[in-house]
């Protein structure tokens, strides 16, 4: 970010004959235009590393494969904002032929125009004027998105500090309220001790809220590409399954997976989806039916769509946007537990994968949430 | 018990200072208890032993002083011949695997902080089963 969206304005007119550059630096003067003249790709090479031009303004006769190879090594590869405004000035009359190739190589180096001889000086001009406003604008983009990516990773370092350092003073609320029932409130005090009692609970519930606030904080920075690999989304569900196998034969519930592909993701993110949705199928049941939970895929070329159906108490349609956002819940804490957090965890996690999540649900008949993943190679 | 265990402990929230002393006097230990607020002042207390019979029995560290942070003082301890074999637990309320793994690194012990008292207590239990003070209890 070193150069400010006003630095790159300097026209670099590259042309082999000396005078046709220095008219051309005329032409551009009248209208307060700066301009750099080069004879060769290698003066040109040299004022591109020194700093950014704001367009390149180049007759079609100096592309020679050596010339082109050059430049295109100081163009490329280019940052996604930036697309360089070059200006090709060709010969209609002459015999040559524009090389398809020099174009299609030109287009990767920025966005072309051609002007054919004869050019009317303000034709020239506009053109000029045309692709260094473009330019301006595409530094004001690059900085604009660097503030915003600044501001997201501040939000996400707040959001990440504030759940942690929270929690360490909510233990001391919990480790005293616990002291002063057990050591300083008489045993026959019922009340004071049903107080206490809520206290804690209060104090549980804000601690499982932030567990999940610094889980989903932390979905962003623990999927950097090194965690990736490629994992069977099999093996994942059957993990998940087991880490509920006690609830589940508690409740005489039955889970049935079916064959599931490889993905290329981070395994302990997706395992997390898995155990988020199980998860729910099981609290979700209906009250007097043993939870059956079928986990299944829809395999598409290039993306699969994983399920996961239940027999559950399901829900209005008209919330199934809803849910999926932060502390959003249709139950209160009372009926079903749960910090409103689980769903928005798992769209986290998946959409940073490049995949989406969505549910489908009627009441009284069940749920079904699905996910995308990319597939991963065979 | 032969004499009082010797604990040095660096920790700068009253409160669980009180739950430490908790925690020993449960697990019946008898406890000569030496106490800084900060990592620069531990460093600054510990640095005065210069004898074998002055060291610790057991050195109690939080994660997250003040001025040092636990973990250095914990490497600077570590540093020294004096200290290089003392048992150390480190006492902290976060669960990041990364300040677990530079505890292991570090030969000391991680103790997570938790919020039920009777679950806080069992640091007591912890500390009297480290086979050195096993031996000094006798």
């Not at chain 1, 360490?168 to 300083?184: A, F, G």
Request: proline share 5%; glycine share 6%; with cysteine.
């Amino acid at each position: 970010l070193s150069t400010s969206p006003d630095a790159a304005r300097t026209v670099l007119i590259w042309a082999t004959v000396g005078r046709d550059a220095e008219l051309t630096k005329d032409i551009l003067g009248e209208e307060n235009i700066e301009a750099t003249t080069c004879p060769d790709a290698e003066c040109v090479c040299t004022i591109i590393r020194r700093g950014p031009i704001g367009l390149l303004l180049a007759a079609e006769e100096v592309f020679t494969d050596l010339a082109l190879k050059l430049v295109r090594e100081v163009l490329l590869p280019r940052p996604s904002w930036s697309d360089l405004p070059i200006l090709l000035i060709t010969r209609a009359s002459a015999p040559t032929r524009l090389s398809l190739t020099l174009l299609e190589q030109l287009q990767q180096m920025g966005s072309v125009t051609l002007l054919e001889r004869p050019i009317r000086k303000v034709t020239l001009k506009m053109a000029v004027h045309a692709g260094l406003a473009s330019r301006k604008r595409q530094y004001e983009t690059r900085d604009f998105i660097a503030q915003l990516s600044q501001a997201n990773t501040d939000l996400q370092q707040f959001a990440f500090a504030a759940s942690h350092d929270l929690q360490e003073p909510l233990r001391m609320v919990y480790s005293y309220s616990q002291l002063l029932i057990e050591r300083h409130i008489d045993p026959g005090n019922e009340p004071a001790r049903q107080f206490g009692e809520v206290i804690k609970a209060g104090v549980r519930r804000m601690e499982s809220l932030l567990q999940d606030l610094l889980t989903y904080s932390r979905v962003v920075h623990e999927n950097t590409r090194e965690r990736w690999a490629r994992s069977s989304l099999e093996t994942l569900a059957k993990e998940a399954v087991q880490l509920f196998q006690t609830e589940l034969d508690a409740h005489h519930g039955t889970i049935h997976i079916g064959a599931l592909p490889y993905a290329f993701c981070n395994p302990t993110q997706i395992s997390a989806v898995f155990q988020n949705l199980i998860s729910n199928a099981i609290k979700y049941a209906q009250p007097e039916q043993p939870p059956v939970i079928q986990i299944g895929m829809e395999d598409l070329q290039t993306e699969v769509v994983v399920w996961v159906r239940d027999n559950g108490i399901g829900f209005d349609p008209a919330y199934s946007e809803r849910i999926f956002q932060l502390f959003q819940r249709l139950h209160n804490d009372n009926e079903i537990a749960g910090t409103g957090l689980g769903l928005s965890i798992c769209r986290r996690i998946i959409e940073r994968h490049g995949g989406r999540i969505w549910a489908d649900s009627q009441p009284g008949k069940g749920s079904s949430f699905f996910f995308t993943l990319p597939k991963a190679p065979e | 018990m032969k004499r009082k265990l010797k604990v040095f402990l660096a920790e700068d929230n009253q409160s669980d200072v009180y739950l430490v002393k908790e925690a020993l006097s449960l697990a019946g230990l008898a406890c000569e208890l030496a106490w800084e607020q900060n990592g620069e002042a531990a460093v600054k207390t510990l640095a005065k032993i210069s004898h074998q019979d002055d060291v610790p029995d057991v050195v109690l560290i939080d994660l997250n002083l003040p001025k040092i942070s636990g973990l250095d003082v914990l490497g600077i301890m570590r540093a020294q011949l004096l200290f290089a074999n003392v048992p150390v637990v480190v006492l902290t309320s976060s669960d990041s695997p990364r300040d677990r793994a530079a505890v292991a690194e570090r030969g000391a012990h991680y103790f997570r902080k938790p919020s039920d008292i009777h679950d806080f207590v069992r640091l007591g239990q912890i500390i009297k089963d480290l086979p050195s003070v096993a031996d000094l209890i006798g």
